[in-house]
């Protein structure tokens, strides 16, 4: 766990603190909740859970939706997508190869150029599992041609009689396709990635962000709105408690920074694929600690024997009083009169 530059970390090491709980299995960060991709969207999942019920999956050919590709062999497949082929549908070739595609080629339109830096990036992690696909030719017995955002249901499935896969189908893209190119690196079909600045890993954009923390209070309110679970609160040995970013399993939803009350949080950029592959945590903001007499609640200790808001209900037992955080970020004028209707003047 490393401190996040230009964070404040308050009088506490950052090594006096536990590191973050991580489960024995690889946390996934679940999908979306809808059941099905909007129309237009390829369905992945859907792609995964088919291939998974072949015995012998063979090459999958990716296609833009008009390019002209040869018709796939008889142990192969040819799968249409949406439109044109982007970064999406690269980066789904590690996880077809994870479920046990032999190769995965791409058929690219008319109106492709050359290669983008993704491609590249992914032919360097998959050295001779990503191509090219041949020119366009007839066969006369061929294999099955699919539509990435309609894939069918495989008859097996029906049955129950779909083998095991390395891939948790219910996680979302970035989780996926960490977990194919690990799975893909542990039985020797990839190498190892390069994570150094200059490595492919770490030209591929991931799909969290880095959050920077100055004034945090450690409330924990963001740790309660993050969906992906990606903020924690972890306690030291010597009454101690910090705020940590998994920036793995962070998407950028920024639901942190609305739920802030004091606005303490915001964000310092993207991260990369590589941060995802190391799993990366970043000790946010960290504090001395103390338990509050009243509520037992612990809090930043600040000298005083109750937590902030215990004071706040001592000072006025009724919710009249206006919380310093908000008294702090009101206008002077509004202020005066906030106080004023509540009888505090």
């Known amino acids: 766990m490393r401190e996040a530059d ?30 099905k991709p909007a129309s237009g969207l390829a369905d992945v999942a859907g792609l995964l859970h088919w291939i998974r019920a072949q015995d012998h999956p063979g090459t999958v050919t990716l296609a833009c939706r008009d390019a002209e590709a040869a018709t796939p062999a008889r142990a192969d497949v040819l799968v249409r997508w949406p439109g044109c082929l982007d970064d999406d549908a690269i980066a789904a070739a590690p996880q077809m190869l994870a479920e046990g595609a032999e190769r995965v080629l791409l058929a690219r339109c008319a109106r492709h150029g050359d290669a983008g830096s993704t491609e590249e990036a992914w032919r360097a992690l998959l050295p001779g ?3 090219t696909a041949e020119t366009p030719r007839r066969r006369l017995r061929h294999g099955k ?4 955002d309609h894939p069918p249901l495989a008859r097996r499935a029906l049955v129950g009689a779909v083998r095991p896969g390395p891939l948790d ?5 970035q989780t996926r396709t960490v977990q194919a190119l690990r799975h893909l690196v542990s039985v020797g079909r990839a190498p190892e990635p390069d994570l150094s600045p200059r490595g492919a890993l770490t030209s591929l954009d991931g799909a969290g962000a880095h959050l920077v923390a100055t004034g945090c209070t450690l409330c924990g309110a963001c740790t309660w709105a993050c969906p992906s679970h990606a ?9 101690s408690a910090g705020l ?5 399993d962070c998407r950028a939803c920024r639901s942190c920074l609305s739920a802030c009350p004091v606005d303490a949080l915001r964000v310092s950029g993207g991260m990369t694929l590589a941060e995802a592959w190391r799993a990366d945590s970043v000790l946010l903001a960290a ?6 007499e009243r509520c037992l609640d612990a ?26 955080e908000a008294a702090s970020r009101l206008p002077p004028d509004v202020l005066a009169a906030i106080r004023r209707s509540r009888g505090l003047d």
């Open 169 to 173: 189908l219910g996680a979302d893209a």
């Open 145 to 148: 041609t699919l539509r990435a």
């Open 244 to 248: 940590v970013h998994a920036v793995a």
């Open 6 to 35: 230009g964070a404040p970390a308050g009088a506490v090491a950052p090594d006096a603190l536990a590191p973050l709980p991580r489960p024995a299995a690889e946390k996934t960060v679940p999908a979306p909740p809808s059941a």
């Open 287 to 292: 504090a001395a600690t103390r338990r509050c």
């Open 231 to 239: 903020l924690t609160m972890v306690t030291g040995e010597a009454h």
């Open 299 to 324: 809090y930043p200790d600040d000298g005083e024997a109750l937590c902030p808001l215990c004071r706040a209900q001592a000072r006025s037992p009724f919710p009249t009083e206006v919380p310093p």
């Open 129 to 131: 599992l990503l191509g």
